[in-house]
């Protein structure tokens, strides 16, 4: 068993979770409000800018030409498909792209964000591997598991989006991520490995965290 399979299996009750939580499964047989979607993509839209320096990061702290290309294909990647897609999505809902600019984390993509800026500037580049999986494997998952149910017939954009996450050119990032954390776990000791988990966990968690928030709508209080 590999590393990353050892991760999963330790972790199957989060992972299920997520693919459980009606966020998820409204977006597979398209209840999903539509209000509920639009927070989404607004805080995703929010959480990718910070995901994007994080990126830029792993690429900084690679051990190898290789990772630090393909850190820097992602970030471009991120930058300039995923954020793009994002801004689409918006434009089909009236939302401007200055709209999406100012929109300010909800608490959950701020936390979850702060954490993984933490580990990318303190953390190992193990660490940081491991830490950006969840998000990275974790829409190659929904996206399989949604599309192997069937698209929502009469919900198009829903379809989209699970089109887009489970493609195979999606699937193949995040397959080589998960390669790359394999890689480096085999070089890793013990305690390294603990906290490659560590960080691991929390990101899952963070993921869930963004799922309900996204569910409920969470604002800030007062």
Known sequence: MSFTQGLEARHAGLRQAILRHPFVTGIGDGSLPVEAFKFYVRQDYAYLIEYARVLAQASAKAPDLESMGWFAGLL???????????RSYCAR???SAQELEET???PATAAYTSFLLATAHQGSFGELTAALLPCQWGYCEIGEHLVHRGL???APLYADWIRTYSSPEFVAIGRHLRGLVDRVAQSAGPAE??????AYRTSLRYELAFWEAAYRQEAWPG
């Open 76 to 86: 471009h990647e991120t930058l300039h498909t995923e954020m793009a897609l994002h």
């Open 93 to 95: 809902f009236g939302i």
């Open 104 to 106: 300010q984390p909800a």
């Open 152 to 154: 929502p017939p009469n």
């Open 193 to 198: 490995r603990a906290r490659m988990e560590a």
